[in-house]
C-alpha cells in the first residue's frame, strides 16, 4: 500500500478495520487519544488536510476554523448531523457519508423491531425467562401485523429497502417526504397527515434543525390509541416527554426506538414503559456492515488525496462544486 503524504485528524474511534487502513495510508493524528485534545489540534491543526468522523462527535466551525487547510471530511455513517456540512461547503471543505452500503442493513433492523413491537417478543421472552410460562401462555396480543398500513417518514435508500420487505409482509404503505415520487405508494405532505392514515409510522427522518422534535404530541394523538411509532432515524426528531406521555396514557399504544436524544443514555421513564422495545443503536451494527462502512470511509479518503474525486459527497457539498 502506498503511502499518501497526508495528515489526517481521526476525531472519533473508528474500529482497527478502518484504524489499520488510514494508519497505513496517512499520517494519522487520533484526538479521541489525546490526553490534551486543544494541545493536539494547536500542535497539528495546519497540517491536518482530511478528518475522519464520526460516532455522533461534532464537527462544527469552531473547529473547522482551528484546521485551515482541511479539505475532507469522511462520516462514518449515512447520518451527517454531527458535522456541520453547510459550513463546510461554503468553506469548500467536501463532506462524505455512507450511504447504500447500510441500507439492507438497517432495513433488517426496522423490520424486526416492528416485529418485536408489535407482536411483543422481547416481552414474550421475558416472560419465558422469569419462568412464567409454567403458570398459563403469555396473553395473545392485542396488536398485529395482518391488514396494517404502514407509513415510512424518509423515503430514501434505507426507506425504499423497508418498503420492498413491508410489501412482502401484505401491508399497504405510504410515506411522508420531501416529495411526490410518484412511485405507487401514497404520499403524504406532513407528517400528521401520515400518522392520521396508517397503523405503525417507522422513522428513518435523519436529524439537524429541520426535523428537531417533529415528532410531537400532535403527531402522536394522529397516531392514535391503536398506533406503533417505530423510530430507527435519529432520536432528535422525537419529543421524547411527549412519546413517554404519549405511551404511558395510551394516546398511542406502542414504541419500539433503536435511536435516543441523549444517547448512550435513555430516560428512566422510557426504560419503565412496558410497551416500548428499546435497542442500543444497533441499526447497521452488524461486523459485515460496519466494515463496508468503514471501507467507503477510507476510499473517499484515499480517492480525495489520490484523485481529487470523493466518492460519496453529501448534498451540501457536491462534486464537482455547483
Ligand atoms: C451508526 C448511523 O450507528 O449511519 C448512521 O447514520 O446512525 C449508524 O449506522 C453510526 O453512524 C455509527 O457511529
Known sequence: MTKIDVDILVIAKMGDYVQDQLDARF???KLYEAADPDAMIAEVGPSIRGMAAGAHRNVDIELMDKLPNLEIVTNFGVGYDNVDAKSAGARGIIVTNTPDVLSEEVADTAIGLMIN????LPQAEQFLRAGKWTSGNYPLTQNTLREKRLGIAGLGRIGKSIAKRAESFGLSIAYYGRSDQKNGYTFYESL???AENVDIIIS?????AATNKIYNKDVFEALGPEGTFINIGRGSTVDEDALIAALTDGTVRSAGLDVF???PHVPEALMALPNAVLLPHVG???VYTRNAM???LVDNQTNWFENGKPLTPVAETPFPAK
Open 192 to 194: 400528521k397527515a401520515l
Open 117 to 120: 413491537t408489535v407482536r411483543e
Open 204 to 208: 428513518v427522518l435523519p436529524g439537524g
Open 27 to 29: 499520517r494519522t493524528h
Open 294 to 296: 468503514g471501507q467507503l
Open 261 to 263: 436524544d441523549h444517547e
Open 284 to 286: 447497521s451494527a452488524s
